[in-house]
């Protein structure tokens, strides 16, 4: 199978120029570049999702930077995931980074060890902090709405003459459980 070699460029405004990114690009002889102008802070970068439909076992992604690629390390960390699962190669010229290499497998492990490191430390984090609250008498959950107030906002809701922002504002419930009340009571008279 022939390898298909993908570039992808990105810049982060209009007015920016993808030039550079560009001719390094071309001396990797890719096949296609995608190219996007638009911050990095977004999660959603058509282009890159294009990219990630049109990828194949064997085929290979450069970059100029691994700052060109993710919006933080999660993110870069996740996408090389993903290609390593898809059987892709990742060059970023920058960083001087080939998966196809010994080194560059090497720093995918190291990157993975980190990803998994990052999420153990999230759980172990939330554990510590759902004891602590516990400790302090804090159950979690949702908080406890009165009755009344859950009945007031129905009956305000059925006279028509507020708005659901209005019944919220008046009786400090969310508008959230007022429509899951509603709920409720039409699934009561059903």
Same mark, same amino acid.
């Given at each position: 199978m022939t390898q298909y070699i993908y570039g992808y460029a990105r810049v982060s405004t209009q007015q920016q120029d993808l030039s550079r990114q560009l001719d390094l690009l071309k001396n990797y002889n890719c096949n296609e570049i995608l190219m996007e102008k638009m911050t990095g802070t977004k999660s959603s970068r058509p282009e890159l999702e294009r990219l990630k439909d049109k990828l194949r076992p064997g085929d290979l992604v450069v970059v100029e930077s691994f700052s060109r690629l993710g919006r933080s390390t999660k993110d870069l960390i996740d996408l090389v995931n993903y290609f390593e699962e898809k059987d892709v190669k990742l060059v970023s010229d920058k960083e001087n980074f080939d998966t196809s290499t010994p080194q560059g497998r090497l720093m995918m492990t190291v990157f993975q060890a980190f990803s998994q490191f &990052? #999420? =153990? !430390?999230?759980? &172990? +984090?939330?554990? =510590? %902090? !759902?004891?602590? /609250? +516990?400790?302090? %008498? #804090?159950?979690?959950? +949702?908080?406890?709405?009165?009755? #009344?107030?859950? /009945?007031? /906002?129905?009956n305000l809701y059925h006279t028509e003459e507020y708005s659901v922002k209005d019944i919220v504002e008046m009786t400090g419930i969310s508008r959230a459980t007022l429509y899951r009340y509603l709920k409720k009571e039409q699934a009561k008279t059903s």
């Open positions: &990052e #999420r =153990d !430390l999230i759980v &172990e +984090r939330t554990k =510590d %902090g !759902l004891k602590s /609250a +516990r400790a302090r %008498g #804090r159950k979690g959950g +949702r908080p406890k709405v009165k009755r #009344r107030n859950i /009945a007031r /906002a129905v």
